[in-house]
């Protein structure tokens, strides 16, 4: 927010020759000199923002600047609360795991699918197994089983060297 604040020109901080003029109520006044749209401003007994100064002509607004200061925190701060943060959880076995043991890792997995958390399922393989990673793949296959389909395959079982694994996302929206 700070650099924002030092781009936001206001009053006589404006260096342009013309703007393009709002009223407060966001209406158009039209194009004026600077010093007409600061006459303008004080006769209002308000501030002239520079809101857009890119624009040819820039834009400035009549408004006061604590309340437009105080409204983009606002706004700031309610974008913030509406982004959620996607966190990857992820739960390891082996290719030899025993159907309990797959049952209980699946009971994490579903939990963590439904708090809204991406879930990735690793296979560690080690020694020989690594010859037989079909093994891996019937029991993430078991896994997917046991969900009932209650995720959104975002990568399906593959190997990346000594692991295979797989990611899953939440179905639908909590």
């Given at each position: ?84 943060l996607i966190k ?41 197994q690594l010859a ?26 593959m190997m990346e ?14």
């Amino acid at each position: 927010m700070a650099a924002k604040e030092k781009e936001l020109r206001i009053n006589e901080a404006i260096r342009t020759k013309e703007v393009r003029l709002l009223d407060e109520n966001g209406e158009q006044l039209g194009v004026f000199s600077i010093a007409e749209a600061l006459e303008k401003s004080k006769e209002a007994g308000l501030d002239l923002i520079e809101v857009a100064p890119h624009a040819v002509p820039p834009v400035c607004r009549i408004l006061d600047f604590g309340k437009f200061r105080f409204d983009q925190e606002k706004k700031l701060k309610e974008t913030r609360k509406k982004q959620k943060l996607i966190k990857v959880k992820e739960v390891r076995m082996q290719p030899l795991i025993e159907t309990h043991d797959l049952q209980f890792k699946t009971k994490h997995v579903k939990e963590f699918l439904d708090e809204g958390n991406k879930v990735k399922v690793t296979i560690r393989f080690k020694g020989r197994q690594l010859a037989h990673t079909e093994f891996g793949k019937d029991v993430l296959l078991k896994m997917l089983d046991l969900l009932n389909g209650e995720y959104i395959m975002d990568k399906p079982p593959m190997m990346e060297g000594r692991f295979m694994s797989m990611t899953l996302n939440p179905k639908g929206k909590k």
